[in-house]
Antibody
Framework: EVQLVESGGGLVQPGGSLRVSCAASGFAFSSYAMNWVRQAPGKGLEWVSSISGSGDYTYYADSVKGRFTISRDNSKNTLYLQMNSLRAEDTALYYC??????????????WGQGTLVTVSS | DIQMTQSPSSLSASVGDRVTITCRASQGISNYLAWYQQKPGTVPKLLIYAASTLQSGVPSRFSGSGSGTDFTLTINSLQPEDVATYYCQRYNSAPHTFGPGTKVDIK
């Protein structure tokens, strides 16, 4: 059974940093690309970042480019999102999602429950 | 960047009705389109990928069609458990933009 468990969310001040993680199990982690998708309270889904199965290719939304870094440790079956220079508008539930392919040009067929990031003073 | 729009933004229909949601891309995306269902308080669920391929385990009353810039999600015979917000997403190239969503409820 595929499981994705996010952790690391919390309250952080504007300008601060946070790293969220996603522990994956139940599938060959290194064979699949992964996404981070966020959802602000009461709002729609926003794609944040993708990474290929090997970790060689990464992609970012313009809203986070230069501030967020996606990475993965295939030996630990874990996906990460390092978030720096956080802003109030980054407040959201952050989901990790497994894609259907090793490459990022694929739909997300499994989603975690999300971890809440709140940016506020 | 390619923009994604959806119409309508919300709809109300009766149980058993056929419901159609449209998603439009500002440029052609071939068939690199997915549809997701998000029920209140729950995680998004993949319904359709490659514009028209039904994800395993999804009821056959859901179907998708389209290619290029215009896509459709159809629910044949709407059921009470289909109350949700439906999102399209393009994934041909980054950014993998989601549509704004269509909220479906029962009349």
């Amino acid at each position: 059974e595929v499981q994705l468990v996010e952790s690391g969310g919390g309250l952080v001040q504007p300008g601060g940093s946070l790293r969220v993680s996603c522990a994956a199990s139940g599938f060959a982690f290194s064979s699949y690309a992964m996404n981070w998708v966020r959802q602000a309270p009461g709002k729609g889904l926003e794609w944040v970042s993708s990474i290929s199965g090997s970790g060689d290719y990464t992609y970012y939304a313009d809203s986070v480019k230069g501030r967020f870094t996606i990475s993965r440790d295939n030996s630990k079956n874990t996906l990460y999102l390092q978030m720096n220079s956080l802003r109030a508008e980054d407040t959201a539930l952050y989901y990790c999602a497994k894609l259907r392919s090793e490459i990022a040009a694929a739909a997300a067929n499994y989603w975690g429950q999300g971890t809440l990031v709140t940016v506020s003073s | 960047d390619i923009q994604m729009t959806q119409s309508p933004s919300s709809l109300s229909a009766s149980v058993g009705d056929r419901v159609t949601i449209t998603c439009r891309a500002s440029q052609g995306i071939s068939n690199y389109l997915a549809w997701y269902q998000q029920k209140p308080g729950t995680v998004p669920k993949l319904l359709i990928y490659a514009a028209s391929t039904l994800q395993s385990g999804v009821p056959s009353r859901f179907s998708g069609s389209g290619s290029g810039t215009d896509f459709t999600l159809t629910i044949n015979s709407l059921q009470p458990e289909d109350v949700a917000t439906y999102y399209c997403q393009r994934y041909n190239s980054a950014p993998h933009t989601f549509g704004p969503g269509t909220k479906v409820d029962i009349k």
